[in-house]
């Protein structure tokens, strides 16, 4: 069965950092690419970051470039979302989500699994 289990949002001011994890069950880093998403209230869901599986160029969306960064431990089966520099316009849930391929887009149809959720609020 598979699983998504995110954890580490909160509330959080500008500036600061916060560190989104990913626990995946039921299935392998090694074989599927791994996305973070994230949707504000009356906005579209939209891909933030995501990696595949040889990891070598994970993504970002131009908005989060120098500020997030995506790891992953396959040992583990963990993906983590780094997030410094947090700006007001950050606040979303952000979800992760599993592709069915090895490989790394912001496709949503792309992606099988998604994990519940967790909200990040960026107060000014």
């Known amino acids: 069965q598979v699983q998504l289990v995110e954890s580490g949002g909160g509330l959080v001011q500008a500036g600061g950092s916060l560190r989104l994890s990913c626990a995946a069950s039921?299935?392998?880093?090694?074989?599927?690419?791994i996305g973070w998403f994230r949707q504000a209230p009356g906005k579209e869901r939209e891909g933030v970051s995501c990696i595949a599986t040889n990891d070598d160029t994970p993504k970002y969306t131009d908005s989060v470039k120098g500020r997030f960064t995506i790891s992953k431990d396959n040992a583990k089966n963990t993906v983590t979302l780094q997030m410094n520099s947090v700006k007001p316009e950050d606040t979303a849930v952000y979800y992760c989500?599993?592709?069915?391929?090895?490989?790394?887009?912001?496709?949503?149809?792309?992606?099988?699994?998604w994990g519940q959720g967790t909200q990040v609020t960026v107060s000014s």
């Open positions: 039921g299935f392998s880093l090694d074989y599927h690419g």
């Open positions: 989500a599993m592709s069915k391929s090895p490989f790394c887009d912001y496709e949503l149809v792309e992606y099988d699994y």
